[in-house]
Each structure stands twice: as C-alpha cells, then as structure tokens.
C-alpha cells in the first residue's frame, strides 16, 4: 500500500507562488510515476503535471507550462509541485498520485493512478 501525504497549499495572491510537497511512504517509490491533478469547485479532477519514476521526463497541461514545474527526490520520497505566477483560476484541491507503469511516459488521466493523496487546497485571489 502506498500513503501519499501532500502539503504546502495555502492563499496567495495573483502573481504569487507557492510549492507543493507530496510525500510517500514506500520503498518503491523511485519505481513510481507520479502526477499532479486538481479539482475545482464544479468542476472534474484534471490533468495538471506528471513525471516518470527517473525524474528524467514531465509533462504538462498547456494552461500551466511555463508557470509551473514538477519536480522529485527519490531519496526523500517527495515529489514537488513548484507553481509560479500563480492566477485565481489556479484556485483548486491540488492532489497527488502514484502509479506503477511499463510505459515509457506516465497516464495523464485520473484514472490510471493507483494512489492519491488527501489533497491540498491552493486559494489565489486577485
């Protein structure tokens, strides 16, 4: 069983930043995949950033690149969410999941992660 633990959500204003933490209680997690979705209010869980069990590739939704980036340390079991230029329509549950794939990239789609976290909320204001 894999027990994902995120942190560092908050209230920001427009423009500001903040960095997500998730961490995980495994020993395989350097095996993992790992994603980062949100879900606002209304609205469907959503793709945010993702990155392979190496940390060599990560992907992202158009809206985000450029702002934000995903990060890990497998020595430390973290993955990391660094958000920059944060906008109020940022505003959501941030959550984070871990999948165990043969895949040469990781799932982009809620669906195909195994684990999620409790999530963290990110408020932006304007």
């Known amino acids: 069983q894999v027990h994902l633990v995120e942190s560092g959500g908050g209230l920001v204003q427009a423009g500001g930043s903040l960095r997500l933490s998730c961490e995980a209680s495994t020993r395989i997690f350097s095996s993992l995949d790992m994603g980062w979705f949100r879900q606002a209010p209304g609205k469907e869980r959503a793709f945010v950033a993702a990155?392979?069990?190496?940390?060599?590739?990560?992907y992202y939704t158009d809206s985000v690149k450029g702002r934000f980036t995903i990060s890990r340390d497998n020595a430390r079991r973290t993955v990391y969410l660094q958000m920059n230029s944060l906008e109020p329509e940022d505003t959501a549950v941030y959550y984070c999941?871990?999948?165990?794939?043969?895949?040469?990239?990781?799932?982009?789609?809620?669906?195909?992660?195994?684990?999620w976290g409790q999530g963290t909320q990110v408020t932006v204001s304007s």
């Open positions: 990155i392979t069990w190496s940390g060599s590739n990560s």
């Open positions: 999941a871990a999948v165990a794939t043969d895949y040469r990239s990781p799932p982009l789609a809620p669906p195909f992660y195994s684990y």
